[in-house]
């Protein structure tokens, strides 16, 4: 730039001689400013991605320029999410390429005081050496004179978070070595939900889909905070207020949903199912349920059996109820005229559970998660009285069983003012019927209770009565929090479930194969062809190993024994039995109930990995965590060795995530991980080499089952990275000949196919990654069928044969969705039926018929093994035949409607650490006044691991907080904006207040109950840190999914900051005393 | 204290303005302003 | 099949028809109450007193350093009037005033650019502010003032010291008496072209009041540097100035009102500018007699002045921190205005 | 002469147009309705995210689920927080005043947190006790930099490094700009700031880089109930009124548009507003008007200031010998 052209820049002439003397524009633009571009449009490549947050599971555009991340926003061709993102979404370039992320491997060895730097392949050869010697020395055989031939002593916790490829690897790799506590945020998430969906419609998945809600005309959002928790499919519940739907928000606290609702209804906590019931009193009482709909697809005609006895005459408990065991029997519920084969309670085995008084382990091992794809199997054909007059039939016996569930008693529960109450009920039956539909969203806000499963039962007991089941604009949407949180309970790295829910198989009921297919498999239904699935499976496991006379290998299954949940595991660790630990992904230092019993579970371990982007509390508690502050842990002490493995981001992997539609959607890798950073694909694969080249030629039988597994995927590129879409292929399946299977109807039961996940079967058809489909929404219907790929054979809408009149015609000309087309004699429609394609309305099954063919041209329900949807359900729930109303674990209000105060089927882990609160009226009630309930902010994800370390979230929300309402804050004396400790039996945290009228108090029968709000954010690490929600909870399960009470306890709260040092575990402990706490304290009946 | 060590450079300008302005304006010893050619000889 | 308006928009369609409302005409509270005559927003008596977001300032503080702002509102004053003062007294035969004020002048000059550059978030890129002459731009006219006055003070100071080039130095110190008055009132305008209340109403009076702290701080040099028998124009001008000074303090007060006016009664401004007045006053006092007969009380006097110029020059900025601090500054009088013209 | 002053204000309603540029594409604005926003924050992140600005503190406020605090030039989104003792149309907030014991309620004060720095939100009209359903609403909004028609940044900025795009929004150039500051007391909405560390001024450009490329505004793509809505001004005021219509007739009589009006003091802005309060509850001016419109009186009284400096000291000179 010689003078001459410098001078000739001046702007000052440019302002002369031009056309903007004032010099506001074109006279002063910089060359630098002509020359600006966006580096969207410099980029080299845009990769097609899913965001890791949340399950609304938004497309994301990755921009990638000389091998670095330069941006990532919202794919406007996604359907679901039309190009938007949340705060967590938007960060998620912040999340991916900024410092907080950990790249190098790190090793503790035993009493370190600190982190030493190790090469990632010692780092592998040691993890595998520890596996291999902690499973030789916990190997069991046989246990109770049973075969097991598994070890007690490792355990996995995580991968919610995960691809489904990852999850299909560990749970493989994991159950060849014989490991069977493997669990993940599933089980304390949306565990309840299998149960609750499963045994009702057959399918543990949501049955709608949230663009589906732009069709509704009523909403009612309950057990979910639908705008913070999952803000942008929130969009679709905008779409139907501007078409005039009626929003309903109950929740204890007016959240931001309610403040986008049109009524919004405070709740106690833990009382869903009296607000519930009483609704359906309503319906019931006042005749205003959808009779055509109730009379066809439910079971409301069929008639049970006479020594059923209802909560109304035992006061609170059902028939067949064991004081001891405390768990039900539930022959007494059977259907007239029919046998249920078999089910979660294990009765058909009756003499079996009598001889070995084992029966009570069958149940409590989560057999009734198994109907997350499946009903119930049943046989013979019960009786129905078409009339629904019988005194016995399910619908006189529901009326009979919500009879005193009166506005009233809903107004004591719940502190619902009637008048409100009326206004939800005439809202919901005026928007139900042919002509209208409504739906429900929820989320953990139902199903993280010690009655969970029968929360959602509740709500399908409502939407079935209401006609609003398989229909557009009705259905029950599962709101699930993590982005493949339904992909790893589909693959599940569950301790009780195979892929596909096929249920895994039990010591003590099955030998063989054959005894467990009998077991399970119903004649009827769905799940008529499990052999097929379960051969498939094991063929896919073990191929060539896998032969029709060694049962194909069903012999290298571990074996339950009872409950072996990540709760069941805690108490394993502090007993010593479990000695190895693997965290792929998830944070129970901070994330499940009772933190402080998982830290010192932890403490007893001999060696722990840890697989996460940054050092999360799981990983340093040894180090920093709260024990060592309260001197109860001193590093020096701590033995436990600790491997932490820096995991690769969704950037840095390809592979598939499931969300909360069931739909599978793959994400391509974008750049190389850097440092020591890898998948858990990488993890699992070369881990499982490792292992199985240590183990090579050995003829130990304890080895066979890991080395008779089929582990040869390809690898790619320097780092040596499995192929994701080679074990996608397997999950899909393959024929004998090597060809892609197209769906799980070409599935055999001899062993000639061969398939990952059954219910996946069809992703990868003909050779075509499905769920990497992208065509834009544009150019699709609302359905958007050709944009990624959905479980069960791309149907977005489930049981949508309900969605017609029996005789196959739309109930209505504005809800049509799929019907019989006479002509072309098969069923159509805007989505995928969900029924078998040519088969009429007027198909009677004949006599003897087996699987789909059993079901009847009316039977929507077609995994059910009756094909109707359950008003009543005879078996698959272990707590009792139709929702009933039980106050949470700990609960400072008496339970106004039966004598039976909690969950009488509940299951308790009494223990020093893990103390209950004692009842309403007992001594020391009064000590732990108030009620808690812990939730979600947007800002935030969950334990924090991913949001607390990246500052443009944690800036949002900085610290952990209490919510409270002014009375409280004027009975406790709390300052707003100052500091509160909240005290509960098993510890104490200080949270800043935040004093707000968006909490009511609540007036339950004379009781004025407050109730604080805790978001569960917070841990000891990261930019934003504090004190953990999970500090209070206690571990009290729901007995059907084992999932933990957290969004109802009881506490108590005073000003100012908690205690430092041991002066914190004597706060806590005096509390215990003044409350009189033993360790029978809340363990009653 | 950071705040009043930040007044530093603005008082230093006030006085070495008057410092200066008051010696220029010293009559006599001061450099002979040479308005008129004379008046520079001093007399 | 025809959109009507409420029932069908939920229909299940396969047309995406563009009379489907989208999402973002939502309306919160218009469904789900009986259909009869919605019970509207109450709607709430309008209160009388003032609202804001939690206290919360609506404005943005400004960034300026006092230390750097105030004092070159103050140098810039002093440079202005003292080149002036200069001048005049060159041509009515008191070299040894003459010479202090253009001395004074081009160190007063030299501080305020050391001030002004200081006070940049980027000192390298001073250059930029002759980039452009924006008239919209008080700093930038300013700037450009400073440019034409900055070497005509110089000169004129280098010569009256070096005694060369007499003819040229008087001409350039003609010059320099000619801008400096701009230079003296320019950042008066500087200071009110912003969204601050009270400098922003005061825009009528704030020139009057820099002018008169201008001519009375030049004086003040004058006493404080001349021989006793020149410093005639300089008491004079001392007088004038803190009197005009004090009359544009209280006539801007008067305008202001008691609401935008109060960060210039209370507060570090108040204090400030009353302190101002004060040592004003009484340095003129003094001038005025004492100072007429000796040299040290003389001296005193122009000291006091001074002092007390820089005083109210840092109140007046003190004053517009305050207000732009406190959201009802800004949200009041608004109201106001508001309220006069919806029922004048 | 080319700076005639008074002619440049009363510039026509295309500030590009009036800026040099021949013939500039359609004025692009915000229109960004608050009665559809849930508050989410995702454009406070998305906007940093794009604009690399950094973290600006991690202090909890107790503002409600505010604490960002406001905008500057570490925050170019910056989502207000206001809980309100007032109803929001049909709204039932559902928020029942059970009959809580006489002493706790006189000290809870009509349910408003007794030491809260709360918007001056007094009693409302629903008192406490037999209400059978306390009034309650939470409003959240999204504010931005209004790029207004006069701008007062751009006007006084005198290195020229604040321009007027072509597409009509306010923009700093980051290599012209020395920190000045002169544009933060200018700006009557308190939008732009002085970042500390860097020395520069900052502020929402509305993704100026994005726009060149075809491509809509960061905050704008990303919100998930369409609250922030990018697009022509002119069309989007057209859809503000519309909206407005729609908004009064379904019973929500609080609701007003902001910065809509050309005529307003700042020549209407680019960003415009449908609020549900008064402006001053979002922390906005009630009517803010550009500093530039009293300039020519400034100048002329600066004016008459410096003369009347010059003949005083002239008469002072010339007064006696002595």
Known sequence: MNPFERLASWPLLRQLTGHDPLGRGAAVKSARTARLTARTATADRVVKSVCPYCAVGCAQNVYVRDEKIVHIEGDPDSPVSRGRLCPKGSASLQLTTASGREHRALYRPPYAADWQEIDLGTAMDMIADRIIATRGETWEWESDGRRTARTMGIAALGGATLDNEENYLIKKLLTGLGVVQIENQARVCHSSTLVGLGTSFGRGGSTTFMQDLQHSDCIVIEGSNYAEAHPVGFQWVMEAKARGAVVIHVDPRFTRTSALADLHVPIRA???????????????????????????????????????????????????????????????????????????????????????????????????????????????????????????????????????????????????????????????????????????????GWTQHSDGSQFIRAACVLQLLLGNMGRPGGGIQALRGHASIQGSSDIPTLFNLLPGYIPMPHAHRHENLEAFLRADAAEKGGWADMRSYTVSLLKAWWGPAARPDNDFCFGHLPRLTGSHSTYDTVMAQLAGTCKGYLLLGENPAVGSANARMQRLGMANLDWLVVRDFSLIESATWWKDGPETKTGELRTEDVGTEVFFLPAAAHTEKSGSFTNTNRMLQWHHQAVE??????????????????????????????????????????????????????????????????????????????????????????????????????????????????????????????????????DGRPWSERKKLVWWDEEAGEWTGYDVPDFERTKQPGYQPPEGATGFAALSGVDPFIMQADGKGWLFAPAGVVDGPLPTHYEPQDSPVPNLLYGTQRNPARMIYPHRDNRYHPGPGEPGAEVYPYIVTTYRLTEHFTAGGMSRNTPYLAELQPEFFCEVSPELAVERGLEHGGWATIITARNAVEARVLVTQRITPLRADGYLVHQIGLPFHWGPNGLSAGDAANELSAISLDPNSHIQEVKALSADIRPGRRPRGPALTELVSDYRRRAGITELTGTEV | MRKIVSYLPFATAVAVTCLASWLAGRPGRAVPTGTRRGERDGH | MTVRDDASQTDVRMDDDPRLRPEREAVVGSAGRRRGPGRGERLMVPRAEFRSYYGLPVLNEPTWEAHDIAGYLFLGGLAGASSTLAAAAELTGRPHLARAGKVGAVCALGGSMYALIHDLGRPERFVNMLRVLKVTSPMSVGTWILTVYGPQAGLAAL??????????????????????????????????????????????????????????????????????????????????????????????????GPLVAEPLKRGRGGLLMRLGEALSLTGALVSQTAGRRSRGAAALAGAAVLAGSICVRFGVFQAGMASARDPKYTVEPQRARLGEESHP | MAFDLDRGLAETQDPAASSGYPDPPERMGFFTDTSVCIGCKACEVACKEWNAVPEDGLNFTAMSYDNTVGL??????????????????????????????????????????????????????????????????????????????????????????????????????????????????????????????????????????????????????????????????????????????????????????????????????????????????YGLPPDPVVTTRDLPSMWRHAAVAAGALLAVLAAVSWGSRR
Not at chain 1, 281 to 297: A, Q
Not at chain 1, 692 to 713: F, H, I, M, N, Q
Request: overall charge negative; aromatic content about 8%.
């Open chain 1, 270 to 444: 833990g009382t869903d199912v009296a607000f519930l019931g009483g609704i359906v009193n309503h319906v019931l009482s006042n005749d205003l349920y959808f009779r055509e709909f109730v009379l066809n697809y439910t079971n409301a005609a069929t008639v049970v059996g006479e020594d059923y006895r209802d909560t109304e005459d035992l006061d609170g408990l059902f028939s067949g109820f064991d004081e001891e065991t405390r768990h039900y029997d539930c022959g007494s519920w059977q259907y007239e005229g029919a046998e249920t084969t078999v089910a979660a309670s294990g009765d058909r085995d009756e003499d079996y559970g009598r001889r070995t008084d084992q029966g009570s382990s069958v149940s409590s091992s989560g057999r009734g998660e198994a109907h997350g794809s499946g009903g119930v199997p049943l046989t013979g054909t019960p009786r129905r009285d078409e009339t629904l007059t019988h005194p016995r039939c399910v619908l006189q016996i529901l009326k009979r069983h919500y009879a005193r569930y009166t506005p009233e008693a809903v107004e004591r529960v719940c502190g619902i003012p009637q008048d409100m109450f009326a206004e939800v009920c005439r809202n919901l039956v005026e928007n139900s019927g042919p002509e209208r539909t409504a739906a429900f969203v929820y989320a953990v």
């Open chain 1, 673 to 806: 991980p850097a440092g020591d950073t890898r998948s858990d694909l990488w993890f699992m694969y070369h881990l499982g080499r490792i292992i199985r080249e240590k183990l090579a030629g050995s003829t130990d039988p304890v080895d066979a089952a890991v080395l008779d597994l089929t582990w040869d995927y390809p690898v790619e590129g320097a780092l040596e990275e499995p192929v994701a879409e080679a074990v996608l292929a397997e999950i899909n399946g393959w024929d004998a000949e090597g060809r892609p299977l197209s769906g799980y109807g070409d599935l055999r039961g001899d062993g000639s196919t061969a398939c990952g996940c059954w219910i996946y079967c069809g992703v990868y058809a003909d050779g075509v990654n499905q769920a990497a489909r992208r065509k834009p929404a544009e150019e699709q219907d609302w359905i958007a069928a050709e944009w990624a790929w959905a479980w069960p054979d791309n149907r977005r809408l489930l049981y949508n044969r309900a969605s017609a009149r029996p």
């Open chain 3, 159 to 256: 010569t009256s010291v070096t005694g060369r080039f007499p003819r040229l130095g008087r001409i350039a110190a003609l010059g320099a008496a000619l801008t400096g008055p701009a230079v003296a009132t320019y950042t008066a305008v500087l200071v009110s072209d912003t969204a601050v209340p009270v400098w922003h109403d005061a825009h009528r009076e704030l020139p009057l009041l820099f002018a008169g702290s201008a001519v009375a701080s030049a004086g003040a040099l004058g006493l404080l540097a001349a021989p006793l028998e020149e410093t005639g124009p300089a008491r004079r001008a001392v007088l004038v100035g803190v009197v005009t000074e004090y009359a544009a303090a209280k006539l801007m007060e008067r305008r202001l």
């Open chain 4, 72 to 281: 500057g030039a570490d925050t170019w989104r910056h989502v207000a927080f206001v809980e309100q003792p007032r109803g929001l149309g049909g709204q039932e907030s559902g928020l029942t005043v059970v009959d809580v014991p006489g002493p706790t309620v006189e000290r809870a004060h009509t349910r408003t947190p007794v030491s809260l720095g709360m918007p001056a939100s007094g009693p409302g009209d629903g008192q406490v006790g037999g209400v059978p359903d306390m009034d309650f609403r939470w409003l959240m909004a999204s504010d931005v930099c209004k790029h207004c028609t006069h701008a007062a940044c751009l006007d006084v900025c005198p290195t020229g490094a604040l321009f007027r795009t072509e597409f009509g929004s306010v923009v700093v150039q980051e290599d012209v700009c020395n920190g000045c500051g002169y544009c933060v007391p200018a700006c009557p909405f308190g939008v732009i700031g002085k970042r500390e560390d860097d020395g520069r001024a900052w502020k929402c450009t509305l993704c100026y880089d994005r726009l060149g490329v075809g491509q809509e505004p960061a905050c704008a793509k990303t919100c998930p109930t369409d609250s922030i809505q990018f697009g022509e001004v002119e069309e989007l005021r057209e859809r503000a009124a519309r909206r407005l219509a729609q908004l009064h007739d379904a019973g929500v009589g609080s609701a007003r548009l902001y910065g809509h009006d050309p005529d307003d003091g700042v020549g209407g802005t680019g960003s415009i507003f449908l609020l549900l309060d008064e402006p001053e509850v």
